[in-house]
């Protein structure tokens, strides 16, 4: 089946595959702060065995104010990823928002990231697929788990079969995200399945000028997307959160990461995924 099973540099991720955590800050915040942050999780994630793989955004083209810090810009921000990537020899992720930044990126990372609201813009999947990198599709929240066969075909059909679909939520209208963990289930028939466990307790414009959120429930609902089977787990992590540039509501505290990672691998033991 096309995108069973997934790459992102040295890691597969899917069925038969152990758990595996994409995670780091929303945005590069500096220089320093991304490869600080980036060393951080890699020694807890080596500590517990688990497969890592580092996010971090180079531009937030869909931040909630225009006045919102974006990132570094696409010049800069490679040049980070790639450091992140030769200096500490970490797979990493990154998105992109039009189809001309795809080849570049493709360039530096090892998977390239559709955000949500751009995940049936036909052009950019397309352009990601061409680059022989692996790409990661967030399940736009105005679309069921069924309607993601639409996005495999249109990877496959430009020549990618290494892929994955992230859960993160549904909208309800009333300023907060709802997940239907049915939804892991029904996308393995498409591709692993990653659970974005931070932005799924995103209050999206809640706070007027930027998202509020409810960080308290990152636990509770990654917990039960590993139970339900998830392939990876996502999550946005920060060793400040309240003074994060982008999701400050919602990044999860690097000083809370492990013991939350413990309990992950605990119940991925227990119930594990086919």
Do not use: W
Request: proline share 6%; aromatic share 6%; hydrophobic share 40%.
């Amino acid at each position: 089946m096309p995108g069973r099973t997934a790459e992102i540099g040295p890691i597969r991720i899917g069925a038969g595959e152990r758990l595996a955590l994409i995670a780091g800050p929303c945005v590069i915040e500096s220089r320093d702060h991304t490869l600080r942050l980036a060393e951080a999780i890699r020694t807890i994630c080596s500590r517990l065995e688990l497969p890592f793989i580092f996010k971090a955004s180079f531009d937030k083209a869909n931040r909630s104010s225009i006045n919102s810090y974006r990132g570094p810009g696409i010049d800069d921000g490679l040049k980070i990823l790639g450091e992140v990537r030769k200096q500490l020899e970490l797979p990493v992720l990154s998105d992109i928002h039009e189809p001309q930044q795809a080849s570049r990126v493709g360039e530096v990372v090892n998977c390239l990231q559709i955000p949500a609201f751009l995940c049936r813009q036909t052009d950019l999947l397309i352009a990601a697929a061409r680059t022989g990198r692996c790409v990661n599709v967030k399940k736009g929240q105005f679309m069921s788990p069924e309607e993601m066969q639409n996005v495999a075909t249109k990877l496959t059909e430009s020549g990618c079969d290494n892929f994955l679909l992230t859960e993160r939520g549904t909208f309800f209208g009333y300023n907060r995200l709802v997940n239907d963990m049915t939804a892991i289930e029904r996308m393995q028939a498409f591709a692993p399945v990653v659970f974005d466990a931070t932005h799924s307790c995103q209050q999206p414009g809640g706070a007027g000028t930027h998202s509020g959120g409810q960080r308290e429930y990152v636990g509770t609902l990654a917990s039960a997307a590993v139970a339900a089977g998830a392939d990876a787990v996502f999550m946005e992590v920060h060793d400040n959160p309240a003074a994060a540039k982008s999701d400050p509501a919602t990044v999860f505290p690097l000083d809370r990461l492990q013991p939350l990672l413990e309990r992950l691998l605990r119940i991925a033991q227990a119930a594990p995924r086919t």
